[in-house]
């Protein structure tokens, strides 16, 4: 376990407010990490970015972000 109790986790979940999304778009990852929207694209065919599919929709959890730029989800080149 990480720690966290069930009642740390509602509150975290509770407190965000109806702004703060948890993902983005494949072209607001684009503009973030500085690369063209078929670049997002090329990282999440790769497996080198997680993404998560909502129907055709495509959404890049923010955590998957943060993973991608430390290295975390794999080597860098």
Do not use: C, W
């Not at 966290?4 to 503009?31: F, G, I, M, N």
């Not at 997002?40 to 959404?59: E, T």
């Amino acid at each position: 376990m990480n720690g966290a109790t069930q009642d740390d986790q509602v509150q975290t979940h509770t407190s965000l407010r109806a702004d703060q999304r948890l993902t983005r778009k494949p072209e607001e990852v684009a503009q973030l990490l500085g690369i063209g929207r078929n670049g997002v694209y090329d990282l999440i065919r790769r497996g080198d970015l997680r993404s998560i599919a909502v129907g055709r929709k495509l959404l890049i959890p923010l955590t998957a972000i943060e993973e991608f730029l430390t290295g975390s989800q794999g080597s860098i080149r």
